[in-house]
């Protein structure tokens, strides 16, 4: 028997009409489908009537609020999380530069024009506008990245653990490949390279010892079902210590003894010598084509700076022979991943408007201090925060991310906000669903925004969205 308390309150709950034609969402319904905004009403009212349902005493629902003005506003926010954009911008505070979960490279403005320009109009993708007859959408960046690293040919797919698949798949299916055990990452939790060799029909045969590898494992391995030596760049963990790893070339000359290939997955790709800017040295490109591996695979949204895209670069026999694979189509690039990482390569012909111009190269090698940038967000945060915050400097390193560079430490600085008597974690989650959702780093009881991440014409949208969320 229901008690005469939830009855009540059962009977204040307004009617769905009334709460439709009500003041707050007399705005929304002229932009909203009515089916949207039906909907949010009607929930609304059925989670307010589970409440009363569900009170075991009175004093619980003392003070709940059932106008149709709250409910009103109440699926109004409903309205909003259902028609405002799920993928959104959002800050990037955390002084990772790269971070995969926040879409890894954000890109130069040439290929955000070049991506608009392909979407908005028809495009030659696969037609010969020489020849008038049907082409490859591979040929469009094929040239310049042969031009940029020296390779004899290239293509490209979806993204770097396709190129891995895809060429595996190609070049050493119901084959063995060679493996040093120290080189058998796990990048970002779902690229493994033992399973992703099983699903290509790759038999990984495992030599030498987590931290020691030398020329003579690889050559015991090798059979006459060898199809393979394949190396990893170890490119998100260091082994430090007694360590030995073979060199490219070694293993390329090793290959030609036994007229097997050499393929290298390169995971980040840089096409620059970082070391010229203070940074740790990461093999480039063009150094392994050098050395001579047969294929090499890298991503397009690492340190390349672009879209997301999977490279593969290398002798022109074996490239053959991946573009013929049928799955490649399964996992073909789209047009506008082209577009955007066509323009992002042409910006490397010039390697100084590449390091202008692409925002993971110049964050990388930003070489000013942003301590001025902080300083003024910490005056207007103490000016207007009072005395509910400590807000200040702090100087921790940022870092790459993304599976690259994991033991480089970028000089850096960060405002940082200490809370009275807040709980530090809370205000990071309030300002991770800020409008636009500000993503920081939280220390003990510090939250920290690293400027290094953070473009120059952020600084504004920041300490709007900080005191929109830290001000009563
Ligand atoms: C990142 C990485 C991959 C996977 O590349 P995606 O772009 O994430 O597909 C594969 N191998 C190595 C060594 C990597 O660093």
Redesign the pocket.
């Known amino acids: 028997m229901a008690a005469t308390y939830r009855q009540q309150y059962l009977r204040l709950l307004p009617a769905v009409e009334k709460v439709l034609h009500g003041k707050p969402l007399l705005e929304i319904r002229k932009t909203v489908p009515r089916t949207i905004v039906l909907e949010a009403v009607q929930e609304v009212i059925a989670e307010k009537r589970s409440l009363i349902q569900k009170a075991v005493s009175e004093a619980e629902l003392q003070g709940m609020d059932v106008s149709s003005e709250k409910l009103g506003q109440e699926a109004l926010k409903k309205i909003k999380q259902k028609t405002d954009p799920c993928l959104k911008p959002v800050l990037n505070a955390t002084g990772v530069l790269l971070h995969t979960n926040l879409g890894r490279a954000p890109l130069a403005s040439a290929a955000i024009e070049a991506i608009t320009c392909v979407g908005k109009n028809y495009c030659n993708l696969e037609l010969s506008l020489e020849s008038g007859k049907r082409s490859s959408r591979y040929e469009h960046v094929e040239q310049l990245l042969c031009r940029l690293t020296g390779a004899e040919s290239a293509l490209v797919v979806n ?3 396709g190129a ?1 698949f895809l060429a595996l798949n190609s070049l050493s299916s119901g084959k063995e490949a060679i493996v040093s055990r120290g080189e058998l ?1 796990e ?2 939790g779902s ?1 493994r390279l033992p399973e992703v060799m099983a699903g290509s029909g790759t038999a990984l045969v495992e030599v030498g010892t987590t931290n020691k590898c030398f020329l003579k494992d690889y050559r015991k391995a090798i059979t006459d079902n060898t199809a393979l030596l394949l190396k ?2 170890t ?2 963990y260091k082994i430090v210590g007694f360590t030995a790893a073979v060199p490219l070339s070694s293993l390329v000359k090793l290959a030609k003894e036994h007229n097997i290939a050499v393929m290298e ?1 390169l ?2 790709g840089m096409l620059i010598d970082l070391s010229k800017y203070g940074l740790p040295y990461e093999p480039r490109v063009q150094d392994s084509v050098a050395s001579g591996a047969d294929i090499i695979t890298f ?1 397009g ?2 340190m390349l700076g672009g879209p997301q895209a ?1 490279i593969i670069v290398g002798k022109k026999p074996y490239i053959d022979l991946i573009k013929k694979n049928q799955l490649l189509r399964a996992l073909r690039i789209d047009k506008l991943t082209l577009a955007g990482l066509e323009a992002t390569l042409r910006l490397y012909l010039d390697e100084e408007k590449a390091r202008r111009e692409i925002p993971i190269l110049r964050m990388l090698t930003a070489s000013g201090d942003p301590a001025a940038r902080a300083e003024a967000i910490v005056a207007e945060l103490k000016e207007k925060l009072g005395t509910a915050f400590r807000v200040g400097i702090a100087r921790e390193k940022a870092r790459v991310g993304g ?1 690259s560079l994991p033991l480089a430490l970028l000089n850096s600085c960060q405002v940082f906000l200490e809370p009275e008597n807040m709980n530090s974690g809370s205000i990071a989650e309030k300002l991770r669903q800020a409008d636009p959702p500000v993503l920081a780093r939280v220390r003990k009881n510090r939250i920290l925004f690293d400027m290094r991440t953070l473009r120059e014409e952020e600084d504004e949208i920041l300490l709007k969205a900080l005191l929109q969320v830290l001000t009563p």
């Open positions: 993204n770097n653990a891995v990452v990048i970002g690229f990893v760049h490119s998100n997955d995971g980040s991503s949204d690492k999977g599976g």
